[in-house]
């Protein structure tokens, strides 16, 4: 008993002396570089600032990072401008510290802003990096209202837009809707994941059987290496610049901007929800819903996200199966095609809702049909992931499943700890079959029928058991 509480204290010991010397060396490096003592004051945070521990879990999406055991930065640094980045990370080279790069802090994992080994580290929070630049060339459009044909005459136009990498999506797309209802950005669609770590590892969302990955519509990025130079896509050459465009956020230098190409949409989309459970069929759905999805045209994104529920008819626990639907058309073109090629699913006009582009993408979680777009911006839009206790991974689906295995399965969701379980199906194809596996770094493309994506909420307790085994 004795000496081993002995070597804990020791080591305890260790621990604090050994990450004490590198943080006051590394604070007095940084202030010499900031030469502005008072923005220095302002911009960094070490743990005896009162706020240190809020701004730190300011954005962190899993609780599961924010528990007292999780270890916490020596310092966190809110730069202004791409010197103060400069000088974190040359001071953080110098004196032999980590750097975690921090945008939106949606990382599955916390990478952001912790680490699972135990190295002293720093987290520089790009938080403040929002200012956007809009700049539409030739923006001279000419979408036809009703042939789906037209929408994609003038996709080859550049319709350039600059954002920082601490920009979130949903910040993104409401700039891109202040100027045009027209054009948008395919990327993802959780609220506030950013631009930062969102495209450094690829980026899919409802655009993407159309136009491709957000990093596939990167036209340019600047970056900070670990020297500190400041390189764009000449500079840096081709294989970092294919590199940064999925490779994975955090590994090869820090992003500060993003040069995207826009693309077009038409002035209104459809949206669908249907919600099936196992007694109407749910099963024969999901198991024919992987025969068709892939196949659709490029302007159907589909996804399923199955869960348990509580029948509405009998109170009894079931599982539910909700088909969603995003078209670049009217309801008018969609419900004919979607009964020719999915009449199992039984649509009918009254499950579609027409709306801009801008605004489907309020519909993340629930269509709150008839709000403004402001709402957009609201920092506290909830998703089912953000600031819970959230274990998610993702699988990629080759081969049909069949649909033994789907019954084989839904008995999972009736058990205990699976009252907050989900699995969401997103339909790949189109755009997504033309790419090939190594033309970026994000190799999910041809021969993907549709990604899983296992989502598990819930108590830390639980999540404990779940993520040690
Ligand atoms: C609620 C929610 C919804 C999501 N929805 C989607 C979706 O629709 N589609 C999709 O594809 N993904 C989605 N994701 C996953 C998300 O895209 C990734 O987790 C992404 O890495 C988050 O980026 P971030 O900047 O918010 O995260 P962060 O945690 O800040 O960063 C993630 C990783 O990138 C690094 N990084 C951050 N900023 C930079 C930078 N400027 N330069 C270099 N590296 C950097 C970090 O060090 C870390 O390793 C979702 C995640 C959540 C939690
Ligand atoms: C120093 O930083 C503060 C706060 O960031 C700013 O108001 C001030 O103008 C800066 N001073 C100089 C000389 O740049
Ligand atoms: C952190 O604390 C120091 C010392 O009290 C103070 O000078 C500095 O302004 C604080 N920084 C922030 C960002 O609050
Ligand atoms: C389920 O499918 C069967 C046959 O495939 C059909 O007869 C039945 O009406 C369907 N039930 C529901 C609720 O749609
Ligand atoms: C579902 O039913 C169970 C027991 O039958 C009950 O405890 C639970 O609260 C119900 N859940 C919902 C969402 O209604
Ligand atoms: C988009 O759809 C809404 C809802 O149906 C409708 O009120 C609006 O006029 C449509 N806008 C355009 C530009 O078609």
Same mark, same amino acid.
């Given at each position: 008993?004795?000496?081993?509480?002995?070597?804990?204290?020791?080591?305890?010991?260790?621990?604090?002396?050994?990450?004490?010397? $590198?943080?006051?060396?590394?604070?007095?490096?940084?202030?010499?570089?900031?030469?502005?003592?008072?923005?220095?004051?302002?911009?960094?945070?070490?743990?005896?600032?009162?706020?240190?521990?809020?701004?730190?879990?300011?954005?962190?999406?899993?609780?599961?990072?924010?528990?007292?055991?999780?270890?916490?930065?020596?310092?966190?640094?809110?730069?202004?401008?791409? $010197?103060?980045?400069?000088?974190?990370?040359?001071?953080?080279?110098?004196?032999?510290?980590?750097?975690?790069?921090?945008?939106?802090?949606?990382?599955?994992?916390?990478?952001?802003?912790?680490?699972?080994?135990?190295?002293?580290?720093?987290?520089?929070?790009? %938080?403040?990096?929002?200012?956007?630049?809009?700049?539409?060339?030739?923006?001279?459009?000419?979408?036809?209202?009703?042939?789906?044909?037209?929408?994609?005459?003038?996709?080859?136009?550049?319709?350039?837009?600059?954002?920082?990498?601490?920009?979130?999506?949903?910040?993104?797309?409401?700039?891109?809707?202040?100027?045009?209802?027209?054009?948008?950005?395919?990327?993802?669609?959780?609220?506030?994941?950013?631009?930062?770590?969102?495209?450094?590892?690829?980026?899919?969302?409802?655009?993407?059987?159309?136009?491709?990955?957000?990093?596939?519509?990167?036209?340019?990025?600047?970056?900070?290496?670990?020297?500190?130079?400041?390189?764009?896509?000449?500079?840096?050459?081709?294989?970092?610049?294919?590199?940064?465009?999925?490779?994975?956020?955090?590994?090869?230098?820090?992003?500060?901007?993003?040069?995207?190409?826009? %693309?077009?949409?038409?002035?209104? %989309?459809?949206?669908?929800?249907?919600?099936?459970?196992?007694?109407?069929?749910?099963?024969?759905?999901?198991?024919?819903?992987?025969?068709?999805?892939?196949?659709?045209?490029?302007?159907?994104?589909?996804?399923?996200?199955?869960?348990?529920?509580?029948?509405?008819?009998?109170?009894?626990?079931?599982?539910?199966?909700?088909?969603?639907?995003?078209?670049?058309?009217?309801?008018?073109?969609?419900?004919?095609?979607?009964?020719?090629?999915?009449?199992?699913?039984?649509?009918?006009?009254?499950?579609?809702?027409?709306?801009?582009?801008?605004?489907?993408?309020?519909?993340?979680?629930?269509?709150?049909?008839?709000?403004?777009?402001?709402?957009?911006?609201?920092?506290?839009?909830?998703?089912?992931?953000?600031?819970?206790?959230?274990?998610?991974?993702?699988?990629?689906?080759?081969?049909?499943?069949?649909?033994?295995?789907?019954?084989?399965?839904?008995?999972?969701?009736?058990?205990?700890?699976?009252?907050?379980?989900?699995?969401?199906?997103?339909?790949?194809?189109?755009?997504?079959?033309?790419?090939?596996?190594?033309?970026?770094?994000?190799?999910?493309?041809?021969?993907?029928?549709?990604?899983?994506?296992? %989502?598990?909420?819930?108590?830390?307790?639980?999540?404990?058991?779940?993520?040690?085994?």
């Amino acid at each position: 008993m004795f000496p081993f509480l002995l070597i804990v204290l020791l080591s305890l010991s260790w621990r604090t002396s050994a990450s004490a010397q $590198p943080a006051q060396e590394f604070l007095h490096c940084l202030s010499l570089r900031f030469h502005n003592s008072s923005s220095f004051a302002k911009l960094v945070y070490t743990q005896h600032n009162s706020s240190y521990s809020s701004v730190l879990k300011s954005s962190a999406q899993s609780l599961r990072f924010t528990t007292p055991s999780t270890p916490t930065p020596l310092a966190i640094v809110t730069p202004l401008h791409a $010197p103060h980045i400069q000088a974190a990370v040359h001071c953080c080279r110098k004196h032999g510290l980590q750097v975690r790069t921090r945008s939106g802090g949606h990382d599955f994992e916390g990478l952001s802003y912790t680490t699972a080994y135990k190295v002293p580290f720093v987290v520089i929070d790009l %938080v403040n990096l929002r200012s956007v630049q809009v700049n539409v060339e030739k923006a001279t459009l000419h979408f036809c209202t009703s042939k789906q044909s037209c929408y994609w005459c003038c996709a080859k136009l550049l319709l350039v837009f600059c954002c920082n990498a601490g920009q979130s999506l949903t910040e993104l797309y409401y700039e891109i809707a202040r100027k045009s209802r027209t054009l948008a950005f395919p990327a993802g669609i959780g609220h506030t994941v950013g631009l930062g770590g969102h495209l450094s590892g690829g980026g899919y969302g409802v655009l993407f059987r159309k136009y491709g990955l957000g990093a596939d519509n990167v036209i340019d990025a600047r970056l900070i290496d670990v020297k500190g130079r400041i390189l764009d896509k000449k500079s840096m050459g081709e294989d970092l610049f294919w590199a940064i465009r999925g490779g994975g956020g955090g590994s090869f230098g820090i992003v500060l901007a993003w040069k995207l190409k826009l %693309v077009p949409v038409p002035a209104n %989309v459809t949206v669908f929800t249907l919600s099936k459970t196992l007694e109407q069929n749910a099963t024969e759905l999901v198991h024919q819903w992987q025969y068709i999805a892939h196949k659709l045209p490029k302007e159907i994104h589909t996804s399923i996200i199955i869960s348990r529920v509580n029948s509405s008819e009998n109170e009894k626990m079931t599982v539910q199966a909700s088909f969603t639907g995003i078209f670049l058309g009217s309801t008018d073109e969609l419900v004919p095609l979607i009964e020719e090629k999915f009449p199992q699913l039984g649509i009918v006009k009254e499950d579609c809702f027409e709306m801009s582009w801008a605004e489907s993408n309020l519909c993340a979680t629930q269509c709150p049909i008839g709000v403004s777009l402001e709402t957009l911006l609201e920092r506290s839009q909830k998703s089912v992931l953000s600031k819970t206790f959230f274990k998610a991974k993702s699988d990629y689906v080759k081969q049909l499943i069949p649909e033994s295995a789907f019954q084989g399965l839904w008995p999972k969701f009736y058990e205990d700890g699976a009252k907050f379980a989900s699995m969401v199906f997103v339909a790949f194809g189109g755009k997504m079959e033309e790419i090939s596996e190594t033309e970026s770094p994000y190799p999910h493309r041809a021969g993907n029928l549709y990604s899983i994506l296992y %989502v598990w909420t819930g108590k830390k307790r639980k999540i404990k058991l779940l993520t040690s085994s």
